[in-house]
Nanobody, 116 residues
């Protein structure tokens, strides 16, 4: 089994930046992808960014050029979501998910609020 813990959320003004972290532990040798999702109040959860075990990354169009997903070079089971030029519409709970032969493991989420 794999456990996932997110951190780094908070309150930031529009135009500001945050870096979210996602740390996986447990049976970490079988992780294929790690994905960031977000869920805003009253909306469905949506995929934001994904990184594969091979390092391929993808982000959704609405955050392209502002958000970057990456993996820690030393701790391969830690991924980051660098969020720049934040907008009020980025306000949401951000979740990290690890996926592999074991199935899917979700973290508890971290709140990001963009407001002046």
């Amino acid at each position: 089994q794999v456990q996932v813990v997110e951190s780094g959320g908070g309150l930031v003004q529009p135009g500001g930046s945050l870096r979210l972290s996602c740390a996986a532990s447990g049976n970490i040798f079988n992780i294929d992808t790690m994905t960031w999702y977000r869920q805003a109040p009253g909306k469905q959860r949506e995929l934001v960014a994904v990184i594969t075990s091979g390092g391929t990354t993808k982000v959704i169009d609405s955050v392209k050029g502002r958000f970057t997903i990456s993996r820690d070079s030393a701790k391969r089971t830690t991924v980051y979501l660098q969020m720049n030029s934040l907008k009020p519409e980025d306000t949401a709970v951000y979740y990290c998910r690890a996926e592999g032969p074991f199935g899917r493991s979700w973290g508890q989420g971290t709140q990001v609020t963009v407001s002046s």
